[in-house]
């Protein structure tokens, strides 16, 4: 079951400088997945939404993030994971990352706040303080994994074009390429998309699970709302996928002015 958890765990963990919006997803926005694991077809699910808020005035958009195991596998491997990132909705960039996770052995619970002022990142390990730490904050927009690779619909990239991406996961950086692939046509439960593969590699200086081999690859839909129909890692214990199944776009200017506020 390790791979499986990896790849649960990627959900919680590039994005350069939006025109507009300037962050991946807008409010009331949400995406939900089924995940297939080998021979189970329906080992799991991901749902990600946004919402739109404030804290001290300032306007904020979070994305959140929430990963489990189902059925069979569940019963084999316990998995429930919860992520939050918090952005400046004027600029977009990122201003925290919260994760924490259940599993039938381990909890995990983090918290990182960007200091832009200071070029600092503090981190926060909940259960394991000795991990906490200031960390040196990179040049540009730094971001989960999951919420870079749905932030990628925002490119219009053609096939063999490289973008830079800073993804950070857990306490570490990974200095990334975004690799645009072949196009290719996808089946989900919400029909058949023609897409664009992206791929993350880290060719210099490997670290994590790339030096360990492992490969991710997310398809973006080719129409108006470019959607990210498919998410795929594979390790050397298998390979798991995610499929787009439900999808909610998002609110609408009176929704918004009648919708509740963020607690």
């Known amino acids: 079951m390790k791979p499986f958890a990896l790849f649960f765990l990627l959900a919680l963990n590039v994005l350069p400088t939006f ?17 297939r694991w080998g021979i189970f077809g329906h080992a ?4 990600v939404a946004a919402e739109q808020g404030e804290t001290a005035g300032l306007p904020q958009i979070r994305i959140s993030t929430h990963t489990k195991t189902r059925g069979l596998i569940r019963g084999l491997y316990l998995f429930d994971g919860d992520g939050e990132c918090v952005f400046d909705a004027r600029d977009g960039r990122l201003l925290a990352i919260r994760a924490w996770s259940n599993t039938s052995k381990k909890a995990t619970k983090t918290m990182a706040v960007f200091d832009y002022n200071e070029k600092l990142v503090n ?22 994994l999951i919420t870079s690779l749905i932030g990628t619909r925002r490119w219009d990239m053609k096939p063999g074009q490289r973008i830079p991406a800073t993804v950070m996961f857990d306490k570490d950086f990974y200095e990334l390429e975004i690799v645009a692939g072949d196009y290719e046509t996808v089946e989900t439960p919400l ?5 664009l593969v992206l791929i993350p590699t880290m060719e210099k200086n490997p670290k994590g ?11 973006i839909s080719q129409d108006e709302q470019r959607l990210p129909v498919k998410f795929e890692v594979g390790m050397k214990w298998g390979t798991g996928t995610a499929l787009l199944s439900e999808y909610q ?15």
């Open 19 to 35: 025109a507009d919006p300037p962050v991946a997803m807008q409010d009331g926005e949400a995406l939900r997945y089924r995940v």
């Open 123 to 144: 981190y926060v390990d909940f259960i394991r303080p000795e991990r906490n730490a200031e960390l040196p904050l990179p040049e540009g927009n730094a971001m989960d």
């Open 209 to 219: 699970m790339f030096k360990r081999g492992a490969t991710v690859r997310v398809w």
């Open 44 to 47: 799991g699910e991901i749902v």
């Open 249 to 263: 776009p998002p609110l609408k200017g009176d929704q918004v002015a009648n919708a509740n506020p963020s607690p």
């Open 191 to 195: 029909g058949t998309f023609k897409t």
